[in-house]
């Protein structure tokens, strides 16, 4: 009776010995479940009628598993490691990954309309900064496709006091001015609501702020830091991107147009591709310059970014 039990107990170790094997690789795979997505003309965003690639990270880890895609919007694709797809209608949907109908990894996107995001774009606006002091060399722009002609008018003088289509000026009064920019693709004047404090020079002079590039200085250093970031390190990159969000946008982040390198993103897609689809592999990505309309409540971001050799 001693001995059956001895052996019983052996064949029990033996069995659990064989499940934990078998186990434990499966829950270390699955615990690195991942996958990139990638846009066929390679311009950083997803457009309708656009095939769009997805992709698993080290798919060989998951071979002879049960494989299924849902991309939010009812469609769904099996048995199939890499999948190719098209949206038809632009929206914000979540694509999930699921392995054996019990490990899953999602990720939200955004499909937008190319022509759509374009002919905002074309819309007149007033770069520049709506925060300044007197005496300080405030710079406003316009960079809409179509402009020759440009007359600004500062609301300082109450005539017109420039026709560049990139001007200085200098407020020598503290107030609330609203700047007017006629040009020859708007009907009516654009206005731009600008705030001028007073400066105060006690014992030295005080140089001016530039705070427009401060916050250029400061969004720079947020997209090199989710270019830099791990592509497993989800934490940095919704840190980086929701400080953007919440600090310059507004909580508008879907209406920020980024021009990058001279190709149009909007800003959720454009920290996305940086994050999950650049600076893979032998390079990496270095974010050059930032230029941005606004402090508060921006809509236009220009990105000049290269690719260099880690």
Known sequence: MEINKKIVGLILLIIVAIITAIWMPYRTQMSSLDFNIYDANNNYHFETGER??????????????????????????????????IYKKPGRYKITLSVNDKFKISKDIEVIALSKLVAYDSIVKIGGADLGFVNEEMVFSTHSPGVNKWRWEFGETGTVDAY????????????????????????????????????????????PIDSLGMAENDIKKRLQAIADANILNTKAYYKNFNYIKNKYTCNNSERVAVVVNGKYNDLYSYCQG?????????????IDAVKIDTIHCLKRIEVTQSTIQK
């Open 274 to 286: 940086l994050h999950f689809l650049e600076g893979r592999g032998a390079k990496t990505v270095k």
């Open 164 to 207: 560049e289509s990139q001007v200085i000026y200098v407020y020598k009064k503290p107030g609330i001015y609203y700047v007017k920019l006629k040009t020859n693709m708007n009907k009516y004047p654009v206005s731009f609501r600008v705030e001028i404090l007073p400066q105060f020079e006690i014992l030295e002079r005080v140089e």
């Open 52 to 85: 769009l690639a997805f992709v698993i990270i080290d798919s060989t880890a998951y071979k002879d598993r049960k494989i299924l895609w849902q991309f939010g919007n009812g469609d769904t694709l099996m048995g199939f490691k890499n999948v190719n797809y």
